[in-house]
């Protein structure tokens, strides 16, 4: 099993800025990549960014160029850098993890609301 909590989410304005963490506790050995989602109010959940194992980084169209993902091994944390924030961005951000099993494990989500 894999427990993630996400934390770092909050109020910005527009064009500001947020980090948002992911920490991994359990079997962490297990996990192939991580990634970020998230869900706007009425809207389906959505792919943000993976990060691989080994390999390069992914990210949505929609934040190409704004958000970066990266991870620190030894603390067994994810994170999501957010630049250059828009309104549209706001949404509940969780994490995920997959792992070489085929299991897929998620976060409780953190809120971010960008107002404009």
């Known amino acids: 099993q894999v427990q993630l909590v996400e934390s770092g989410g909050g109020l910005v304005q527009a064009g500001g800025s947020l980090r948002l963490s992911c920490a991994a506790s359990?079997?962490?050995?297990?996990?192939?990549?991580m990634r970020w989602h998230r869900q706007a109010p009425g809207k389906q959940r959505e792919w943000v960014a993976t990060?691989?194992?080994?390999?390069?980084?992914l990210y949505a169209d929609s934040v190409k160029g704004r958000f970066t993902i990266s991870r620190d091994n030894a603390k067994n944390t994810v994170y999501l850098q957010m630049n250059s924030l828009k309104p549209e961005d706001t949404a509940v951000y969780y994490c995920?993890?997959?792992?070489?099993?085929?299991?897929?494990?998620w976060g409780q989500g953190t809120q971010v609301t960008v107002s404009s």
């Open positions: 995920n993890a997959l792992s070489k099993y085929g299991r897929t494990y």
């Open positions: 359990g079997s962490t050995f297990s996990i192939n990549a």
């Open positions: 990060i691989p194992s080994s390999g390069s980084t």
